[in-house]
């Protein structure tokens, strides 16, 4: 008697392809993604392109979600050297022959224009969580060393471009890798001390320090610029302190309740600069005030957590030292843009995940969500 086989038909193809996909990640990440179009739609209004290209981009991260979501963890793993070495090379050539735009030297021409330090937020803590998981057992001193300088290369060639947002989240993503994989305390609490101390006198003697003619070592003009900025607004509020008054002004002017859906005064008057790219926090912030606000920090929070769930929860030291930081890269988008908008931080540049225009970050954070996606079917595939 012939043996008949069954073929699964497309709707059993597509449950495969979704088995193990964590649905309360992908909520948190709907939930964001419909709060951006929302406030897309209001602050781009005068571009309706802004709002249709927002969401195709949108639609683009979460194909790549879907597409990096069916890779394993241990495949992932094998990607990290060949990744991270690719991102490296392009930041040297963009250091020897990239495109300026603006004064900073951050693009390359090879058929098409690309920025290459786009690729390390990615690679970045995929080489560390390669690196400590092959060290797994037997961690020295010394292998905190190695992964140090791992991270010290891209990010001083980063900073060299100059491009301090880029620098600032690759930075973080290679931190928090070094961090779960069990840094001391008593290494990671001196840094900080001297941040702090530095911090207190920056404040005390901000006068002295941001006077006319005063140049800081280590960091550039526009980024010494920047941070005085930060400390007082009003010294050019016409100018560079434009956009930090501005986007405060917004914020407050939103009240508990906010103004409400289109009618925002300072969105639509055109006083928020870059009001659908790294400003838009303002806009949301003045139509939906302090309540719309807090429901926001929740969305994040609540992504946040349950990505630390997965992470806590991967089979591997990799998926776990890899999903812990992709996570807290969130946080950091978030915390940066948040804070800069609301005059806490230096402008420098972040955008606001799901919230924000662009399609290069977009593509980043459906890379990230992918990679979330892949641990926590893997946990889920290895428990059926």
């Not at 609490?189 to 101390?197: K, Q, R, S, T, Y």
């Not at 050019?236 to 005064?265: C, E, N, V, Y």
Request: hydrophobic share 55%.
């Amino acid at each position: 008697m012939p043996i008949v086989i069954e073929k699964p038909s497309l709707l059993q193809k597509m449950m495969h392809l979704l088995r193990g996909f964590d649905g309360p990640l992908a909520f948190a990440v709907f939930i964001l993604a419909c709060a951006g179009l929302l406030t897309m739609y209001s602050s781009g209004y005068a571009n309706g392109q802004r709002f249709f290209d927002h969401g195709r981009n949108i639609l683009l991260g979460g194909f790549i979600m879907f597409v990096v979501a069916q890779i394993p963890p241990q495949r992932l793993m094998s990607l990290a050297v060949p990744l991270y070495t690719l991102g490296v090379a392009l930041l040297v050539a963009v250091a020897l022959f990239g495109l300026t735009k603006k004064g900073a030297r951050r693009w390359l021409n090879v058929g098409i224009v690309i920025q290459p330090s786009e690729i390390l937020k990615i690679a970045m803590p995929l080489m560390l969580a390669w690196w400590f998981q092959k060290r797994e057992g037997q961690l020295r001193p010394l292998d905190f060393g190695v992964a140090a300088l791992l991270l010290a290369v891209p990010v001083g060639l980063i900073m060299r471009q100059p491009d301090l947002g880029t620098a600032l989240l690759v930075l973080s993503a290679g931190l928090f890798v070094i961090f779960f994989a069990g840094l001391s305390w008593r290494l990671i609490l001196p840094p900080f001390a001297l941040i702090f101390v530095g911090l207190t006198l920056l404040v005390i003697f901000e006068p002295a320090l941001c006077a006319e003619g005063v140049r800081w070592p280590l960091l550039h003009d526009y980024q010494q610029q920047r941070v005085c900025t930060l400390l007082d607004p009003g010294r050019d509020p016409l100018g560079k302190g434009f956009h930090i008054i501005q986007g405060m002004i917004a914020i407050g002017s939103g009240g508990f309740w906010g103004k409400g859906f289109m009618q925002g005064t300072q969105t639509h008057l055109d006083f928020i600069p870059e009001r659908t790219t790294d400003f838009i926090f303002a806009a949301y912030g003045e139509e939906f005030g302090l309540l719309g606000n807090i429901l926001l920090i929740v969305g994040f929070l609540f992504l946040i957590l349950r990505g630390l769930a997965i992470a806590l929860e991967g089979p591997t030291l990799f998926a776990r030292l890899l999903a812990g930081s992709i996570t807290l890269i969130f946080f950091t988008y978030a915390f940066v843009n948040m804070g800069m908008v609301s005059g806490i931080l230096p402008v420098v540049g972040v955008p606001l995940p799901f919230i924000s225009y662009g399609g290069t970050a977009m593509v980043t954070l459906g890379f990230g969500l992918g990679i979330l996606m892949s641990v926590a079917r893997a946990k889920q595939l290895v428990q059926s």
